[in-house]
T-cell receptor, first 114, second 118 residues
Framework: DQQVKQNSPSLSVQEGRISILNCDYT??????FLWYKKYPAEGPTFLIS?????DKNEDGRFTVFLNKSAKHLSLHIVPSQPGDSAVYFC?????????????FGAGTQVVVTP | DAGVIQSPRHEVTEMGQEVTLRCKPI?????LFWYRQTMMRGLELLIY????????DSGMPEDRFSAKMPNASFSTLKIQPSEPRDSAVYFC????????????????FGPGTRLTVL
């Protein structure tokens, strides 16, 4: 069963506009969340993370928002740039569990058009 | 640091053949993970090791899959016999739970092996 869901397989956005990627989870024990970015023919690379004690974390053009009551998080990219075109994976883990297990979503393909 | 190294990058084989995928984790990392990426299921964790010992193999789909980590710098994922439904991209990742951890459970991925079983 998919405990982390990214229901939008793809997203197209114009350069300079905001990209909003959504992620839902079902396991209330998850308390730490990560976003990974993946380019073709490369492995995923870490982008940004958030702990459940926060509701927002910002790093440059990337901001992640966490709504624990809704079991929902989102990644905002502002402004979007052509280099942001990639697949974005949402991942979740339990810091109370043994180190190691990340549950990933299926990914969202972002295409930024000029 | 060279990062996580995987070989081969591409593998094409026929159904029934044995396939071996290889991984060299980042030096000093004590955790190693094997993932499979498919369109339908995204990134699935197959198995992971801590200090060369398998910790959780509940994601390994069938007995046809096996993984070993004979030492801290090398791991293999073997499929025998391979089937067309095994076609996917297989990623190896490593992480460290000791030392200066900035991001909890940040895992570093290799470039993947694209497996095609005909």
């Amino acid at each position: 069963d998919q405990q982390v869901k990214q229901n939008s397989p793809s997203l197209s956005v114009q350069e300079g506009r905001i990209s909003i990627l959504n992620c839902d989870y079902t396991n209330s024990m998850f308390d730490y969340f990560l976003w990974y970015k993946k380019y073709p023919a490369e492995g995923p690379t870490f982008l940004i993370s958030i702990s459940s004690i926060k509701d927002k974390n910002e790093d440059g053009r990337f901001t992640v928002f966490l709504n624990k009551s809704a079991k929902h998080l989102s990644l905002h990219i502002v402004p979007s740039q052509p280099g942001d075109s990639a697949v974005y994976f949402c991942a979740a883990t339990m810091t109370t569990d043994s180190w190691g297990k990340l549950q990933f979503g299926a990914g969202t393909q972002v295409v930024v058009t000029p | 640091d060279a990062g996580v190294i995987q070989s081969p990058r591409h593998e094409v084989t026929e159904m029934g053949q044995e396939v071996t995928l290889r991984c060299k984790p980042i030096s000093g990392h004590d955790y190693l993970f094997w993932y499979r990426q498919t369109m339908m299921r995204g990134l699935e964790l197959l198995i992971y090791f801590n200090n060369n010992v398998p910790i959780d193999d509940s994601g390994m789909p069938e007995d046809r899959f096996s993984a070993k980590m004979p030492n801290a710098s090398f791991s293999t994922l073997k499929i025998q016999p391979s089937e067309p439904r095994d076609s996917a991209v297989y990623f190896c990742a490593s992480s460290s739970a000791s030392g200066r951890v900035i991001v909890y459970n940040e895992q570093f991925f290799g470039p993947g092996t694209r497996l095609t079983v005909l």
